[in-house]
């Protein structure tokens, strides 16, 4: 892939209208990804579904996910980068679509799953695009203004989610975001442009069936037992078996095979494998956070989704606006003056939100969340970009591909612990007290959770902080030019 990617850099290829279609189409692909959590209670009341139940909105996008981007590697080699994007945006507009008008819940279900599939394949073809069509040394600044889109998209879409939901219902969540994905596609039409050319290896169907039980069984163990289910379950226990269990079959195979369905060499380079690490720490540490942070102020606190989501977005906004400058600080120091900071504010604002009672104050929490925020996106693409620039271009699908896959099996195991702690350390505090139906009990039992919560992620920030010395600046130089 390495000449097809300077054929790529040498023919007239115009990054920036690229690079917008892909943020217009990231942009709303993401936003929905948690436009919906504000809409949960709303959901569970018109459908008449337990909580348990509504979780599956989520847990299902998150699983289709797992299963697709794993594969995405192989995909981005069979088909022109037009193909894959004009797809991802057609399943999409499809899948918003069939919400708007989702009459019930299995409805709305496989609209959350088609919905997935134009994301799946959107994500992992937005990175290998950018690797593919922007010189290393260039690439911080063009990882930066992705991010934008990857943290700003799903950080404001509680908030206006709220907006909308105060005057409209559920439904216009989708029918509002149905023109924006049609632009995309119209945009995407006249701009995206072939950089790679399809090499069509060849395809190992038992290797699919493996990533996907892999993938799959362990994002379902733990989004069951985060939604209630419990560690215990033989449910949970079994799909994480299993998933692990076929995990080590497909590790095996690949490394076995001559022409592997993911590459797994991409791990030989330490700066891609601390890179990696440092990601995952970072999205458990911040969808666990995004998790349990509006539950917390709509159950200890009080306040309305609309109020909540408020609160959330001056974080959001400021990340939104950081992440192409940390891209730039990147580009020109390296990644570790931004790391190791980062890790230790995350780390910081963890303890402030361990502390948390029923009296907190939303500024001291409006502060943290910023911090926390501020602190996400110096860590976030500055890990992601110095990992992905160690690899040769021919291993650009394929570290995108296992970047991507395990953020999404991150993301969900993180916010499974967080929310399994968050129940038993509400149900240990019930234990001590007389009146466990007082309200007063109830709330103080809920607030001790979220404080165990944060305790957790203390202890992941703290890992991704040792990890974090180790990571050193990739020289690209004599890859630039």
């Known amino acids: 892939m390495s000449n097809q990617q300077n054929a790529a850099a040498d023919s007239n290829i115009k990054a920036l209208p690229i690079i917008t279609s892909f943020l217009i189409a990231g942009f709303i692909g993401l936003f929905s990804e948690t436009a919906l959590n504000m809409a949960l209670k709303d959901l569970i009341t018109g459908f008449g579904i337990h909580e348990t139940t509504a979780q599956w909105l989520t847990t299902g996008y998150l699983l289709t996910l797992g299963v697709l981007v794993p594969i995405s590697g192989l995909i981005l080699q069979w088909f022109t980068t037009r193909q894959l994007f004009m797809t991802s945006l057609v399943f999409s507009i499809i899948g918003t679509f069939i919400a708007a008008i989702a009459p019930t819940f299995s409805v709305l279900m496989i609209a959350r799953v088609v919905q997935a599939v134009g994301t799946a394949l959107l994500l992992p073809l937005m990175f290998n695009t950018i690797l593919v069509i922007i010189p290393p040394h260039k690439r911080g600044r063009s990882m930066g203004i992705i991010g934008l889109v990857i943290m700003f998209a799903p950080a404001v879409g509680p908030t206006v989610s709220g907006l909308i939901l105060k005057t409209l219902t559920w439904h216009w969540i989708f029918w509002i975001s149905l023109p924006l994905l049609i632009v995309a596609l119209v945009f995407g039409a006249f701009f995206m442009q072939n950089v790679t050319k399809p090499t069509k290896p060849k395809i190992d169907v038992f290797s699919i069936v493996l990533s996907t039980i892999g993938f799959g069984g362990i994002v379902y163990g733990f989004s069951s037992a985060g939604e209630g289910g419990g560690w215990g379950s033989s449910n949970v226990i079994f799909a994480i078996a299993i998933g692990v269990v076929a995990l080590v079959a497909f590790s095996v195979r690949q490394v076995k095979m001559d022409k592997p369905m993911l590459n797994l060499n991409a791990f030989k380079y330490p700066m891609f494998v601390i890179g990696l690490l440092l990601v995952l720490v970072c999205m458990m540490v911040m969808l666990s956070a995004m998790m349990i942070l509006p539950l917390y102020l709509q159950t200890s606190l009080a306040l309305s989704t609309f109020a909540a989501g408020l609160m959330l977005l001056p974080g959001g906004i400021i990340n939104g ?56 996106s110096m860590i976030m693409m500055p890990a992601q970009t110095n990992g992905l620039n160690q690899l040769p271009p021919e291993l650009y699908p394929d570290g995108t591909a296992i970047m991507n896959t395990l953020q999404q099996v991150a993301g969900a195991i993180g916010t499974a612990i967080g929310i399994s702690i968050l129940s038993s350390g509400s149900r240990s505090f019930l ?51």
């Open 321 to 376: 606006i950081l992440s192409p400058v940390m891209g730039g600080l990147f580009d020109r120091f390296g990644p570790k003056w931004l790391v190791i900071p980062g890790l230790v504010i995350v780390a910081g604002t963890m303890y402030g939100f361990s502390t948390v009672t029923l009296e907190t104050s939303t500024g001291f929490i409006v502060g943290l969340h910023i911090a926390l925020m501020v602190g996400i």
């Open 431 to 481: 234990e001590t007290v007389s009146d466990q139906k007082d309200p007063i009990n109830q709330l103080l039992a809920f607030t001790n959770g979220v404080q165990h919560a944060f305790i957790f992620a203390i202890i992941v920030a703290v890992i991704g902080l040792v990890i974090s010395f180790f990571i050193k600046r990739v020289n690209v130089e004599q890859r630039a030019h």
